[in-house]
Each structure stands twice: as structure tokens, then as C-alpha cells.
């Protein structure tokens, strides 16, 4: 698989600009002939790809000598950057309205000054809506390699670090619907104990969230 990759030096609005020139320059165009008009339409929508870089930026540790890093292939767009979400934000809430908790806080307020983050704390749903409306896989936010990774899958790819069965059930359930592990176990076929195995990594991954205890427990999509 082709892949390409960057780490974002300069200042922050230099460390944005390259980081999305980047990426732009090294994604395709698809035609989109469901319509009446072929329409042609980016691997990614540029939009989302500014948000998670301007976030990498506010957001990173600037006590680590890490950059902020990029990786291009062909399922992916990946970003990462040292740091950590601050609290109560959990990868879990941010696939939901979320109060902005701004890890460096004067450096986001140059930047929504600057206009490169639009709104306090819809960042990252403004992320989701911008892939679901580009056909785009859900977007993926994890804490990993201390730091927050952040990965924009292609058009039609296997999203990194999800099984077949997982990928099938975040496409299959709808937002804000719930499931059980039985159900799951059940409709994928495999025992209880891997069920849970594979929901539990959906849930690292923010990709649904725990409603109940015990046996009682309800798996809510993102």
C-alpha cells in the first residue's frame, strides 16, 4: 500500500496550512455520479481534515520535544499528537456535545480569533457530520502512544484497527441506538466473551458507549 508521511514544524498557523496542504495534495478526487449532476468530490472532506490538525495543535503537550505527526495511505488519514484529553473529556465524549476544555487555552483562543477553530467544543462533531456527508467511514478517536490519535478512514476502507464483525455492527446500528452482548454475540456469531472483547474495543475507540452494569449492560452506538 502507498503511504506518505509529514511532521509539522513552524509556528501553529504555519504547523495547520502545511499540515492540510499536505494532505490535500496527496488525496484523490472521486466522481459521485448518484446524482443528476456528477459532482466530484475529495477522499476526504478539507474541512475536517483543518479541524483535527487545528485541534492536534491546540491540544498537544508543549512540554514533549514530539511533533505532531501525519500518516497518508490508502485507508487513512492518520494524525497524532502528544498530550492527553484533558478532564472529564473522554474519546467517548467527543461523539457527543461536549463542553470545550482547551488543554492550552490562550493558544485556542489565538486561534478561534484566527478563525481556525469555528465553535468552542464542536470540533470534533462538526468532524463526524463532514465525513458521514462525504460518504467517509466514521472518524476514530483514540488515546494511544501518550497522545491522541485521530484517524479520517477513505472512502469504502476497512477502518483501521476494527475487525470484520466490528465494522459491520458500527454500520449496521444506527446513532444513539443500543444493543446488548448477547445480541451482538448473537447476529455475529461468536461467543460471549469475544462479543464483549469487540465492544469494549469499539468502546476504547469512542465508537459506542456503556449504558447499565452487569449483564444489564447496554452498548449505545456514537
Given at each position: 500500500?502507498?503511504?506518505?508521511?509529514?511532521a509539522?514544524?513552524?509556528?501553529v498557523?504555519?504547523?495547520?496550512?502545511?499540515?492540510?496542504?499536505?494532505?490535500?495534495?496527496?488525496?484523490?478526487?472521486?466522481?459521485?455520479?448518484?446524482?443528476?449532476v456528477?459532482?466530484?468530490?475529495p477522499?476526504?472532506?478539507?474541512?475536517?481534515?483543518?479541524?483535527?490538525i487545528?485541534?492536534?495543535?491546540?491540544?498537544?503537550?508543549?512540554?514533549?520535544?514530539?511533533?505532531i505527526?501525519l500518516?497518508?495511505?490508502?485507508r487513512?488519514?492518520?494524525?497524532?499528537?502528544p498530550?492527553?484529553?484533558?478532564d472529564?473529556?473522554?474519546?467517548?465524549?467527543?461523539?457527543?456535545p461536549?463542553?470545550?476544555?482547551?488543554t492550552?487555552?490562550?493558544?485556542?483562543?489565538g486561534?478561534?480569533?484566527a478563525?481556525?477553530i469555528?465553535?468552542?467544543g464542536?470540533?470534533?462533531l462538526?468532524?463526524i457530520?463532514?465525513?458521514?456527508?462525504?460518504?467517509?467511514?466514521?472518524?476514530?478517536?483514540?488515546?494511544?502512544?501518550?497522545?491522541?490519535?485521530?484517524?479520517?478512514?477513505?472512502?469504502?476502507?476497512?477502518?483501521?484497527?476494527l475487525?470484520?464483525?466490528?465494522?459491520?455492527?458500527i454500520?449496521?446500528?444506527a446513532?444513539?441506538a443500543?444493543?446488548?452482548?448477547?445480541?451482538?454475540?448473537?447476529?455475529?456469531?461468536?461467543?460471549r466473551?469475544?462479543a464483549?472483547h469487540d465492544?469494549?474495543?469499539?468502546e476504547?475507540?469512542?465508537?459506542?458507549?456503556?449504558v447499565?452494569?452487569?449483564r444489564?449492560?447496554k452498548?449505545?452506538?456514537?
Amino acid at each position: 500500500a502507498s503511504e506518505d508521511t509529514a511532521a509539522i514544524e513552524g509556528s501553529v498557523f504555519d504547523q495547520i496550512d502545511t499540515a492540510t496542504a499536505f494532505a490535500v495534495r496527496n488525496l484523490k478526487i472521486r466522481a459521485d455520479r448518484t446524482r443528476v449532476v456528477r459532482r466530484d468530490v475529495p477522499e476526504l472532506p478539507e474541512g475536517a481534515i483543518r479541524e483535527v490538525i487545528s485541534n492536534a495543535v491546540a491540544h498537544r503537550d508543549y512540554r514533549s520535544t514530539a511533533a505532531i505527526q501525519l500518516r497518508l495511505d490508502d485507508r487513512a488519514l492518520v494524525v497524532w499528537n502528544p498530550g492527553h484529553l484533558p478532564d472529564p473529556i473522554t474519546t467517548t465524549k467527543l461523539r457527543e456535545p461536549h463542553p470545550s476544555v482547551p488543554t492550552n487555552p490562550l493558544l485556542a483562543n489565538g486561534l478561534f480569533r484566527a478563525g481556525y477553530i469555528e465553535e468552542w467544543g464542536d470540533g470534533t462533531l462538526r468532524v463526524i457530520r463532514e465525513m458521514a456527508a462525504n460518504g467517509n467511514p466514521d472518524p476514530l478517536f483514540e488515546e494511544v502512544d501518550a497522545g491522541i490519535r485521530v484517524t479520517l478512514p477513505l472512502p469504502g476502507a476497512i477502518v483501521p484497527g476494527l475487525n470484520e464483525r466490528q465494522l459491520a455492527f458500527i454500520q449496521s446500528l444506527a446513532s444513539g441506538a443500543t444493543t446488548s452482548t448477547g445480541d451482538y454475540a448473537g447476529s455475529a456469531g461468536v461467543s460471549r466473551a469475544t462479543a464483549l472483547h469487540d465492544l469494549r474495543g469499539l468502546e476504547r475507540r469512542g465508537l459506542v458507549s456503556r449504558v447499565g452494569v452487569g449483564r444489564a449492560t447496554k452498548w449505545r452506538r456514537g
